[in-house]
């Protein structure tokens, strides 16, 4: 059975105040309404992190995640942060390849492909993102794009290793904009993925990795997105800055 996920992005928003608020308030909704077999993993910026280790406390379905890590193991790199340092604060996923971070941040897949085997040296789980724009849809060359984006960052591994890793498509035009993908569209782009990695190593392994779908998920269209049959969760921005929203969603599958 693929692990059912539901996993809040806050990017760059709360501050120390209003994060633990967030944080306080999803955890407490979560330990009392979402069923124990769905994993939540809470995703806020790096200066949260301890803060909200602390309040998750001893649930066993809330999890702790970072937006982004850095792919070097140490060194003189301002302003950047190692998977050490947040293995060592207790977190376990790790974002990597958000479109935010290839788009602004110019990461592409051969450091990408650093940065997830980085995250598995330390232990932890990538939630490696992959995701076409509008215009690569619109000239229907969104296959080739996740392709290139999955071959690239992910293939290198082994088939161990890439059984560790979550995969969340992110198609770029539903990100933040309220257009979400159809269910069809989610579906049709799951199963692809899957397709490829039963290609590249085989049926059980594909079948084992759970790929979430991420852009405008809301309350409102989780479970129809849940219930597809290749989509295991989402991977949720602006709704997972709401309590009742995310929580919400957690309960969608
Ligand atoms: P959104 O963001 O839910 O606000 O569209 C999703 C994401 O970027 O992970």
Redesign the pocket.
């Known amino acids: 059975m693929r692990k059912k996920i539901a996993a809040g992005?806050w990017?760059m928003n709360t501050n120390l105040t209003t994060g633990q608020q967030l944080a306080s308030e999803v955890i407490n909704m979560v330990n009392s309404e979402v069923n124990s077999d769905v994993q939540v993993i809470l995703i806020p910026p790096y200066f949260h992190i301890t803060g909200v280790k602390k309040l998750i406390g001893p649930a066993k379905n809330i999890f702790l995640g970072a937006q982004n890590v850095h792919h070097e193991d140490s060194g003189a790199y301002t302003g950047e942060i190692s998977a050490e340092m947040l293995q060592s604060c207790g977190v376990t996923h790790v974002v990597v390849g958000?479109?935010?971070r290839r788009e602004y941040f110019g990461e592409d897949e051969a450091l990408l492909a650093k940065k997830v085997r980085k995250v598995l040296d330390f232990g932890m789980t990538p939630i490696f993102?992959c995701g076409e724009k509008l215009e690569v849809r619109e000239a229907d060359k969104h296959f080739d794009l996740n392709k290139k984006q999955v071959e690239g960052a992910l293939f290198g591994l082994s088939e161990e290793d890439i059984k560790k890793v979550v995969i969340?498509y992110?198609p770029v035009w539903?990100?933040?904009?309220g257009v979400t993908a159809s269910d069809d569209q989610a579906q049709e782009m799951h199963a692809f993925i899957r397709k490829l990695i039963a290609d590249k190593y085989n049926q059980a392994t594909a079948d084992s990795i759970s790929i979430l779908y991420?852009?405008?998920?809301k309350p409102g269209n989780a479970k129809a997105l849940f219930s597809c049959p290749d989509v295991d969760g989402g991977?949720?921005?602006?709704?997972?800055l709401k309590s009742r929203d995310f929580t919400d969603i957690a309960k969608s599958f």
């Open positions: 992005n990017k958000h479109s935010e993102c969340a992110e539903a990100i933040g904009t991420g852009g405008s998920v991977l949720v921005g602006g709704a997972s």
